[in-house]
């Protein structure tokens, strides 16, 4: 579905002509900002594309010349032990779940993959998260190494959390040109992951790397390689991925938080109705008033579904059927489009009806932000196989979190993006002669989060579901996990080394814990007078009178004077002293409801890390035991209500727990060196494979030499 | 366009920076020098709007 603006008056083709010439001039290349408030600055949806298409065109006639001179300027030689690597992650897969699921047969290609080399559990970060784990996988560091230490980071001057991974800044110079303004400028976007990624440090040695949706590289790295982008490019709004639901249903019904829901209004018909996509902000204009296109949705009730208008194009849904990608591009400017992509859904359509937007992605043929490298990589992976998710966390949880959507939608979606991913892989494995690969699939991950709740009596989200028709959809994952594993098998050579990985398991969900509620209830944090804590972002704190409290998902940090913006507990021997006193009050804090253990042990990151980014870290973190996990509403910064609580959302498993309860897994076709190893030992492992020294800041050791090949 | 500048620096101040880069697990130099330019910068640039903070995070689902 595309549409293109008509422009016609002089007056427009001359404006278009000024703002190609300013937007090809302009500094920085398909860089654009997405992002709520500062608004949507990119140099043009046709500049991108020219821009593009030019760099790609200098990149294949200088290949030559740039070839050269890397072989001329390398300064370290080395000599490879083999020729290709390959790392196949499946986030998320479970250790116990793999190991008896090989017991029963039911995996055969990891068994032979076993048989063949070696099996062992990985043990992974503290704390045991994706951005985490992934980062040191890449680097192979401890966080305190590469900075990455939760989802989320706290500026300490004003105690709201951000993105820890990625800096996305807003355009601040502009050209005015009557009510239009010119970004001058590219937006500040960095990755804030540190160290040095093993890809990087292979392509200082002329071995090429390609990179498929490793977490944390967004923006993409630059090396001698390709990489796709994942976690957490954002999508068209500038957000981690919000959905649509248009309705018809009156706004006081229940809608809980989470998404945006738009009113459908009859259109003069009692089969037609109508509503406004909204897309991302515009920052061309002053005010950065959102792009929008109409949406028309014109329903059959008889046959349970409708046809879709959106700004002249249509597609046809069905109820509960989720549609394919469909392509939205939203008008920046005259000339000018943005492109994203989305799936829709008709949730109902009788006395109400529903229509489910998935979150909007941005395109990958002409991305508006950074994503891949070279920036045309991702063009090229659209070109090979179409459409394709490209949002970080791009498998819609919160919308079945909501039951906007169900099971059966979210299954269909996730394996539609599995299979995306798979055919990325396919591609790279045909195309790669030397050097490495890593392809990460999500899918295990957040099928064990949506689906827990169903292989575990009594969890609280599964109350009053009886037979569910997915109770077996955590071993349907992982059943093909391992038809991907053979698929790779039979591909591969006979001299490559195959790694596949997880980077931590998963466990129980059922009971949240507020640690923000339970400094409250200790006298570690304090509410502002008349405040009742139920405001989101610790908004409801007086941070005069406060000493700890919790921001993100993994722990504590204590409010220290000369570091937190209004910090009073002093450095050094108090700081030392008032975490060891928390620390030891939540070291097997009880859940008096059940009885259970909550917490294992709060570990103090001062000696847990190394390296020059410790001091970035949750004071304390938290290691939960089985069935708990830092509460919704700690999460979001609410302070009021009970320390413990049910968890009752679809989302009823996880890994942010006590990290040696939730090991992942390791395979080679070849035996390694160790009985016990760590995520970061996978990147000295493979510098050693193509004959590299590993760094001497690296914390992992190498556990396959030459001895084994 | 390409993403570095390059700054002069005196030869002794690198060498210093170059033995303690590698002490401190850096890995590099330059990664060194960015992050403590990094945390002075910290110090004075100015905090990000609440309500584009708030917007930004809306949709990472291990939060409500």
């Keep these: ?709 | 366009m390409f993403g570095t500048t390059k700054i002069k620096l005196d030869s002794g101040l690198v060498e210093r920076i170059r033995k303690f880069s590698e002490i401190a697990g850096y890995s590099s130099p330059e990664e060194f020098i960015t992050h403590a330019l990094e945390k002075e910068l910290a110090l004075l640039e100015d905090t990000e709007d609440e309500e584009e903070i708030k917007k930004r995070l809306q949709g990472l689902g291990y939060m409500s």
């Design chain 1, 1 to 709: 579905m595309t549409t293109t603006e008509q422009t016609t008056s002089p007056a427009r083709v001359w404006l278009v002509l000024v703002l190609l010439a300013a937007a090809v001039g302009a500094p920085g290349v398909a860089d654009a900002y997405i992002g709520p408030g500062a608004g949507f600055a990119v140099l043009g949806s046709f500049a991108v594309l020219f821009v593009t298409m030019i760099l790609a065109g200098i990149s294949i006639l200088a290949w030559p010349f740039r070839t050269l001179w890397r072989m001329v300027r390398r300064r370290r030689r080395s000599k490879p032990l083999v020729k290709r690597t390959i790392f196949v992650g499946f986030d998320g897969q479970d250790a116990r779940i793999t190991e008896r699921m090989m017991a029963e047969g039911k995996l055969p290609n990891f068994s032979r993959l076993a048989e063949r080399g070696c099996y062992r559990r990985l043990r992974t970060t503290f704390p045991s998260i994706t951005p985490v784990a992934w980062s040191s996988f890449s680097t192979g560091t401890n966080p305190g190494r590469h900075n990455i230490f939760d989802f989320l980071d706290r500026d300490p001057r004003t105690y709201l959390p951000r993105l820890s991974s990625a800096h996305i800044g807003s355009v601040e110079k502009f050209l005015k040109l009557g009510k239009l303004r010119i970004p001058l400028k590219k937006p500040d976007i960095r990755l804030l992951r540190k160290s040095k990624p093993w890809w990087t440090i292979l392509g200082e040695h002329n071995i090429w790397s390609t990179v498929i949706r490793v977490p944390i590289t967004f923006p993409p790295d630059r090396f001698y390689g390709a990489q796709l982008g994942a976690m957490c490019i954002p999508d068209l709004l500038g957000t981690q991925g919000t959905f649509m639901l248009f309705t018809t249903r009156p706004d006081d019904e229940a809608f809980q938080e989470g998404g945006v829901r738009v009113t459908l209004s009859p259109n003069g018909s009692p089969s037609t109705y109508e509503a406004k996509v909204t897309g991302p902000e515009n920052a061309f204009f002053e005010g950065n008033p959102p792009m929008e296109l109409p949406l028309v949705v014109d329903v059959d009730r008889a046959a349970g579904s409708a046809r879709v208008s959106i700004n002249g194009s249509t597609a046809e849904v069905r109820t509960g059927e989720l549609s394919d990608w469909v392509k939205l591009d939203f008008p920046a400017i005259p000339g000018m489009k943005v492109g994203g992509l989305t799936r829709l859904m008709l949730t109902e359509v009788d006395d109400n009806v529903s229509l489910y937007m998935s979150p909007i992605n941005i395109e990958p043929g002409k991305p508006a932000m950074p994503i891949s490298h070279p920036s045309y990589y991702s063009s090229y992976l659209e070109k090979k196989i179409g459409p394709f998710a490209t949002l970080g966390l791009a498998e819609d949880t919160w919308a079945l979190n909501e039951k906007v959507t169900d099971d059966g939608t979210f299954w269909n979606q996730t394996q539609g993006i599995d299979a995306e991913r798979e055919q990325m892989l396919d591609i790279a494995l045909d195309t790669l002669r030397s050097g490495a690969l890593v392809t990460v699939f999500d899918a295990t991950d957040r099928v064990n989060h949506m689906y827990w709740r169903y292989i575990e009596d009594g969890h609280p989200a599964a109350a009053g579901i009886e037979e569910p028709a997915f109770a077996d959809a955590i071993e349907r994952q992982y059943i093909r996990n391992d038809e991907i594993v053979g698929r790779v098998l039979d591909r591969i050579n006979d001299d490559d080394v195959l790694f596949v990985l997880s980077d931590h398991g998963c466990t129980s969900f059922r009971r949240g814990v507020n640690l923000n509620a339970w400094l409250l209830r200790e006298g570690y944090l304090t509410l502002k007078e008349d405040a009742d804590g139920s405001e989101p972002w610790l908004q409801s704190v007086d941070w005069s009178k406060t000493r700890a409290y919790a921001v993100g998902l993994v722990g504590i940090f204590l409010n220290v004077r000369g570091r937190e913006a209004h910090g009073i507990v002093e450095p050094g021997d108090d700081t030392a002293a008032l975490k060891a006193e928390i620390a030891g009050k939540l070291k097997g804090l009880v859940d008096a409801e059940t009885g259970d253990v909550a917490i294992n042990e709060a570990f103090d990151t001062d000696t847990l890390y190394r390296g020059p980014y410790k001091g970035n870290a949750p004071d304390l973190l938290m290691g939960y035991n089985h069935g708990y996990r830092i509460s919704w509403d700690c999460a979001s910064g609410v302070v009021a209500g009970a320390v413990f609580t049910d968890n009752v959302k679809a989302w009823s498993g996880d890994h942010i727990v006590d990290p040696r309860l939730v090991p992942g897994i390791m395979l080679c076709n070849r035996e390694v060196s160790s009985d016990d190893p760590h995520i970061t030992d996978m990147a000295p492992t493979v510098l050693t494979l193509f004959g590299i020294r590993p760094a001497a800041h690296m914390d992992g050791k190498p556990i396959l030499g030459k001895e084994s090949l």
